[in-house]
Nanobody, 123 residues
Framework: QMQLVESGGGLVQAGGSLRLSCAAS????????MGWFRQAPGKERELVAS???????YYADSVKGRFTISRGNAKNTVYLQMNSLKPEDTAVYYC?????????????????WGQGTQVTVSS
């Protein structure tokens, strides 16, 4: 069992930056692939970025070049650095963990979810 707690969301102007953190419980964090998803009002939850246990990364086209996912295994934490934020980045951002190998690219490939943190980008 793993628990995930996100933090770092908030209100920022367009062009600004935020850093999201996701703290995970459990002693085998380094074996998990981790992902950041987001869900805007009236839209489906979508993958933003993911990182494998071997530090391979994936980014959605909409955030490529602006967002960076990283992990600190010593702190059982995964981060999402978000730069050059746009109003369309406004959403609730969720952290997720995948216990199997590889890198999850869809919602049903993840086993554990956090409660989410709100990110609002004003124009």
């Amino acid at each position: 069992q793993m628990q995930l707690v996100e933090s770092g969301g908030g209100l920022v102007q367009a062009g600004g930056s935020l850093r999201l953190s996701c703290a995970a419980s459990g002693r085998t964090f380094s074996r998990y692939a981790m992902g950041w998803f987001r869900q805007a009002p009236g839209k489906e939850r979508e993958l933003v970025a993911s990182i494998s246990s071997g530090d391979m990364t994936y980014y959605a086209d909409s955030v490529k070049g602006r967002f960076t996912i990283s992990r600190g295994n010593a702190k059982n934490t995964v981060y999402l650095q978000m730069n050059s934020l746009k109003p369309e980045d406004t959403a609730v951002y969720y952290c997720a963990a995948r216990s199997r190998g590889g890198m999850g690219l869809s919602l049903n490939e993840y086993d554990y979810w956090g409660q989410g943190t709100q990110v609002t980008v004003s124009s």
